[in-house]
């Protein structure tokens, strides 16, 4: 009499996972949460203006890209592509660089359908600074 039965402990597992705050790897009902972006680099991480004019290419390196993630480039949303969870491609033209500068790279991910469940979903990298000269 002084153990649990198996299904209740099961049963209780499962409930303490569901309320547990932000911990969408164990919480089977954030299933549809995006995780946050990290940006470790950029490459290239300067180039000249006139390259911006005609269209350059950055890599961007990193973890937990996804199918909608995009790279952000001085606010700008840059066209995107994403050929692995650990790479993303932005392309980088005058519509988000207007002149030479500092200028900052980030990726952002949309939210998914967290809704209240305690999931977290999306988000911002920190950002990595482009030199365009």
Do not use: W
């Not at 039965?5 to 569901?18: S, V, Y």
């Amino acid at each position: 009499m002084g153990s649990v039965p198996k299904t209740l402990a099961f049963t209780l597992l499962i409930l303490a996972a569901m309320l547990l705050p932000g911990c969408n790897a164990i919480n089977p009902l954030c299933g549809s949460a995006r995780p946050t972006p990290v940006m470790t680099s950029i490459a290239p991480s300067s180039v000249t203006y006139a390259q911006v004019q005609e269209t350059v290419q950055v890599t961007v390196t990193g973890s937990h890209f996804v199918a909608s993630s995009v790279v952000m480039v001085n606010g700008t949303q840059v066209t995107t592509a994403v050929p692995s969870d650990t790479q993303l491609v932005g392309t980088v033209s005058t519509a988000a660089i207007p002149g030479t500068g500092t200028f900052k790279v980030f990726v952002n991910t949309p939210s998914g359908n967290s809704g209240d469940l305690g999931c977290s979903s999306g988000g911002s990298s920190s950002s990595v600074t482009l030199t365009v000269n």
